[in-house]
């Protein structure tokens, strides 16, 4: 089995996340630091992160977790800031979460420990929208519409084509409902920012055709057999 995908399906990170582990040094096999990333685990070989001995889990978890403002999407964070880590503590089996979402942004964060489908979900290749409700400043022209849309500069990078509508426009705000399938660090922010307006107030509200309904802030709940299936398959 292939290095990554041996400690992804380890539950301690997704195969993308494997790879930067091996390149920094963080990972010996029978002993000695392994740089290669390509590397096939044998069987009968001994594979440490961080010094940790790990082998695959059988039992694969997966939840939606609403998470609130003020929480890190890490397992910890060198301010001692609030980890979403805390918000799943009662959960026996260490898992992670897919992507993430902004310290002032709240909304659907999904966490399991199926590596694999970890990877599937946060690579932008596979094209799986995230919905996200925005409250903005100002009001949203039609020619901003088309702007977001069809792609706007965030920094030397355009974004690809969005599926945005305005759900309410008042004089001072709107709120604007956005789907967008890549994931650049902070992403729904700058592209806003890119045509005048400013978020005032950002939630991810679906992943897919996962929403996260009624869940309220801060609780979580397990992902039924359909949910899952529909992930792998999506």
Do not use: W
């Not at 694969?60 to 910890?76: C, D, H, Q, R, W």
Request: a positive charge.
């Amino acid at each position: 089995m292939r290095l990554n995908k041996y400690i992804a399906q380890s539950g301690i990170a997704s195969r993308r996340k494997a790879d930067e582990l091996t390149l920094q040094g963080k990972v010996k096999i029978n002993g000695i630091v392994m740089k290669e990333p390509g590397y096939d685990v044998a069987d009968g070989d001994i594979v440490e992160v961080n010094g940790k001995i790990i082998k695959p889990i059988s039992r694969k978890v997966y939840i939606m977790l609403n998470k609130p403002k003020g929480f890190i999407t890490s397992a910890e964070d060198e301010r001692n800031r609030p980890t979403v880590m805390e918000l799943v503590s009662d959960i026996d089996e260490r898992i992670y979460p897919i992507g993430r979402l902004d310290f002032n942004t709240s909304g659907m964060l999904l966490m399991t420990n199926d590596g694999d489908l970890a990877y599937k979900l946060a690579h932008p290749k596979n094209q799986i929208y995230k919905t996200y409700r925005a409250r903005v400043s100002g009001q949203i022209s039609a020619e901003k519409l088309y702007k977001l849309r069809n792609g706007v500069d965030i920094g030397g990078y355009i974004t690809s084509k969005a599926i945005v509508d305005v759900v309410k426009q008042s004089k001072r705000s709107a709120i604007v409902e956005i789907k967008i399938y890549e994931g650049k660090n902070r992403q729904v922010r700058k592209m806003f920012a890119a045509v005048g307006n400013k978020v005032l107030d950002l939630e991810r509200i679906a992943i897919g055709e996962l929403y996260l309904g009624h869940l309220k802030q801060g609780h979580y709940r397990k992902l039924t057999q359909k949910e899952i299936q529909y992930l792998k398959e999506c």
